[in-house]
């Protein structure tokens, strides 16, 4: 019997809808199924709205600058509600321009809860769908740890959603989402704790980039509780009451407990085991280099695979599944020089090998070098705020395995870098390369 759809796509955020969107040039019949908002986390309750809420956190920081640039008067009143309201209002417009991309790509749209009935079946809202081949691009959701009183906490899902700021906020985990919010919070004024099992925050960057934005942030009055963690929760006279073990044990209050990671693939309830699909220890789908599961006509894309777990990611790896699987060139995805960034402030931004991994693998044949420096912008301002730069070179061929900055657009600058640190530029190359001046970025081209 023909099948109904030659792909059909489980979940409509970054992977799936870039998955359907390139299956669908070749001329296949593509469905793709959602069970909440079209365009997923990035959309919905990650990157996008957490960008709008850097930049309105970016008022309040310039507004604060403004007077050493001359501007007085200038005292201005926030409304998160109103701010958070057109938020939403943008976000909708966006899903209107989603789903009339996707239906003229002719890929067909079902509105529910996916779970498969055997590997070329899935059933949704009481119906049968069959296809050829499948990808499942669900995504990841937060897991609150299993503390006494954790229902009183707060996920990213219901930040986005606040009628109003806390004034007292007490997060979770020090990874970059976390430390985000940390940042963006304390912008608005909110007085911002982070409890972290670990000394340093953001575990995974370099060293010195942890350890710069620890101290930026701690300067710019975020609280900071290292090798420790959150043991219970109580709701007391309309506060909540963090018990906190660990190096800093104490009772610590707060109006609102903010949790991100860690992140789970959102693996339950697929009905996988009538597929085939094999899960690995963390419930993430186990894949090949090409993102097939244990199941050959099923594929994984995105935060449901574990690998990494961001945007471009996953529209990177169902661009490579749709190349391979329809387009017949086999593609795979580079993980080596994937760039990424905290968009705290100060920001941070990192690509390719931090000092550590870089020591690991190539030993003493690493070279290091560094700057800390006052950029000009705060020259007139925050006399303390300090930029940092870095790179991490290998000795013998002279080849940048890695670039890391703290500082004002470091997202951006690092991310013109990685197109040539993937190409393996030379340390000599960088410094060879005629600056644009003045800026922060010619920092990179006079390392010494
Ligand atoms: C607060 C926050 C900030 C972030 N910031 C950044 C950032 O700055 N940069 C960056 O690159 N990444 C960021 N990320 C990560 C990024 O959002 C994810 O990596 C990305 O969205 C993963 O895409 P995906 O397609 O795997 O999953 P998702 O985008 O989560 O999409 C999965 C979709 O599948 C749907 N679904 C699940 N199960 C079913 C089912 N059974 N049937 C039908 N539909 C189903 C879900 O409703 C969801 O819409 C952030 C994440 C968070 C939480």
Not at 399 to 421: F, K, R, T
């Amino acid at each position: 019997m023909p099948f109904d759809y030659d792909l059909f796509v489980i979940g409509a955020g970054s992977g799936g809808a870039a998955g359907a969107r390139t299956a669908a040039q070749y001329g296949i019949r593509v469905g793709v199924a959602e069970q909440e908002a079209l365009g997923g986390t990035c959309l919905n309750r990650g990157c996008i709205p957490k960008k709008f809420i850097v930049y309105a956190a970016d008022f309040a920081l310039k507004n604060r600058m403004a007077h050493d640039y001359g501007w007085s008067g200038s005292k201005k009143h926030f409304s998160w509600l109103r701010f958070i309201n057109s938020v939403h209002q943008q976000i909708k417009s966006i899903h209107e321009s989603y789903q009339e991309s996707l239906q003229k790509a002719g890929i067909e749209i079902f509105r529910g809860h996916a779970k498969f009935v055997d590997e070329h079946t899935i059933e949704l809202n009481g119906r049968n769908i069959t296809a050829e081949r499948f990808l499942i691009a669900v995504g990841a959701q937060p897991i609150k740890p299993d503390i006494p009183g954790i229902e009183y906490a707060i996920t990213y899902r219901q930040i986005f959603k606040l009628p109003h700021l806390p004034k007292r906020l007490a997060i979770i985990g020090g990874g970059y989402i976390e430390v985000e919010f940390a940042s963006m919070m304390n912008a608005f004024g909110c007085e911002v704790t982070v409890i972290d099992t670990s000394e340093t925050i953001l575990s995974g960057f370099d060293h010195d980039i942890r350890r710069h934005v620890q101290d930026g942030l701690s300067n710019r009055g975020i609280r900071f509780i290292g090798n420790s963690s959150a043991k219970a929760i109580k709701f007391c006279e309309d506060n909540l009451l963090l018990t906190i073990a660990g190096d800093s044990q104490k009772i610590m209050t707060a109006d609102s407990v903010l949790i991100a990671t860690p992140r789970v693939p959102e693996t339950k309830n697929l009905g996988l085991e009538n597929a085939g699909v094999k899960l690995g220890e963390k419930q993430e789908i186990l894949v090949d280099e090409y993102s097939c599961t244990t199941q050959e006509n099923i594929y994984a894309v995105g935060d449901c695979t574990n690998r990494l777990q961001l945007t471009p990611v996953a529209k990177a790896q169902a661009k490579a599944f749709v190349k391979t699987v329809f387009g017949k060139q086999p593609q795979t995805v580079n993980y080596e020089y994937v760039p990424s960034a905290v968009f705290t402030r100060p920001e941070a931004a990192s690509v390719g090998m931090s000092e550590e991994k870089a020591r690991e693998k190539f030993g003493d044949s690493i070279e290091c070098y560094q700057t800390k420096f006052q950029p000009l912008i705060s020259q007139l301002t925050i006399k303390d705020e300090q930029a940092l730069m870095k790179l991490v070179v290998e000795k013998d061929s002279a080849q940048v395995l890695g670039a890391h900055m703290v500082g004002e657009h470091a997202a951006d600058i690092i991310q013109s870098l990685a197109v040539a640190i993937r190409k393996g530029i030379t340390k000599q190359e960088i410094d060879d390369t005629i600056a644009i001046h003045p800026t922060t970025a010619e920092e990179f081209l006079r390392l010494h």
